[in-house]
Nanobody
C-alpha cells in the first residue's frame, strides 16, 4: 500500500507561484509513474501533469504547458509540481496520484493511489 500526502497549497495572487509536494510512504514509488490532477468545484477531476519513473518522459495538459513543471526525487520518495504564472482558472483542489503499471495516463481511473488533496486558490 502507498500513502500519499500533499502539501504546499494556499492562496496566491495571479502571476504568482506555488510548489506542491507529494510525499509517499508505505512503499517506494521510485519505479512507478506519478501524476497530478486537479478538480474545480462542480467539475470533474482532470489531468495536469505526469512523469515516468526514470524522469525520461513528462507530459502536461495544454492548459498548464510552459507554466507548470513536474519533477521527482526518488531518494526522498517525493514528487513535486512547480506552478508558475498562476491564473485564477488554476484554482482547484490538487491531487497527487501513483500509477503502478504502465506509462503516463491522463485519466483518473488509470491511477491506483491518491492523496487527500490540497487547495490552490489564485486571486485576480
Amino acid at each position: 500500500q502507498v500513502q500519499l500526502a500533499e502539501s504546499g497549497g494556499g492562496l496566491v495572487q495571479a502571476g504568482g507561484s506555488l510548489r506542491l509536494s507529494c510525499a509517499a510512504s508505505g512503499s517506494t514509488i521510485s519505479s512507478y509513474t506519478v501524476g497530478w490532477f486537479r478538480q474545480a468545484p462542480g467539475k470533474e477531476r482532470v489531468f495536469v501533469a505526469g512523469i515516468t519513473w526514470s524522469d525520461s518522459n513528462t507530459y502536461y495538459a495544454d492548459s498548464v504547458k510552459g507554466r507548470f513543471t513536474i519533477s521527482r526525487d526518488n531518494a526522498k520518495n517525493t514528487f513535486y509540481l512547480q506552478m508558475n504564472s498562476l491564473k485564477p482558472e488554476d484554482t482547484a483542489v490538487y491531487y497527487c496520484a501513483v500509477r503502478t503499471r504502465g506509462a503516463i495516463a491522463t485519466i483518473a481511473s488509470g491511477y491506483d493511489y491518491w492523496g487527500q488533496g490540497t487547495q490552490v486558490t489564485v486571486s485576480s
